[in-house]
T-cell receptor
């Protein structure tokens, strides 16, 4: 079974600065997807960014980018120019592309606090 | 497009009562997933359904929990004889048939058992 580990329960960043959230995963599969979700206090799960394992190029969405290291099974999220609205719980998630059903496996989450 | 709609947003039940949680997927989405989030934890998969079929229920407790996604109407997650440990946020997500798409999540139902 696949597992996802987020080793940082909590992180803080100063507004306008850059922060990196860590995520590692364990799988024997070669084809899969990785995601970062944001959960603000409203509880809504918001997709931040997605990476396809067969693509070597790291995904980027505006101020959000990932560092995907397939051999190391590492998938970190970098947030540049942090804003107060970035404060939330961030979840890393894994989804198999090989297994029918494609359920998401989540990490335990990292609380991100943004200081003004 | 209204997104994934879950209701109620908050639900309070006494121990031993039944809880019914509803999820209407996005228009055009035929796959529905239910997840549970315990306090201070990540989401855990419970069940995956397509219209009228349960595809994967490997994450759902064998007793007291059931799910359905009828041909017409929303998907329902039913918890019978609730206990305090069932208190959690329950999220529904939907996706279209194309497997590469990410999910769209609803806002969740927070169940409190008193």
């Amino acid at each position: 079974a696949q597992t996802v580990t987020q080793s940082q329960p909590e992180m803080s960043v100063q507004e306008a600065e850059t922060v990196t959230l860590s995520c590692t995963y364990d799988t024997s599969e070669s084809d899969y997807y990785l995601f970062w979700y944001k959960q603000p206090p409203s509880r809504q799960m918001i997709l931040v960014i997605r990476q396809e394992a067969y693509k070597q190029q790291n995904a980027t969405e505006n101020r959000f980018s990932v560092n995907f290291q397939k051999a190391a099974k590492s998938f970190s999220l970098k947030i540049s120019d942090s804003q107060l609205g970035d404060a939330a719980m961030y979840f890393c998630a894994y989804r198999s592309a090989e297994e029918y059903g494609n359920k998401l496996v989540f990490g335990a989450g990292t609380i991100l606090r943004v200081k003004s | 497009n209204a997104g994934v709609m879950q209701n109620p947003r908050h639900l309070v039940r006494r121990r031993g009562q039944e809880a019914r949680l509803r999820c209407s997927p996005m228009k055009g989405h035929s796959h529905v997933y239910w997840y549970r989030q315990l306090p201070e934890e990540g989401l855990k998969f419970m069940v995956y359904l397509q219209k009228e079929n349960i595809i994967d229920e490997s994450g759902m407790p064998k007793e007291r929990f059931s799910a359905e996604f009828p041909k017409e109407g929303p998907s329902i997650l039913r918890i019978q004889q609730v206990v305090r440990g069932d208190s959690a946020a329950y999220f529904c997500a939907s996706s279209p048939q194309v497997r590469t798409h990410g999910y769209t999540f609803g806002s969740g139902t927070r169940l409190t058992v008193v």
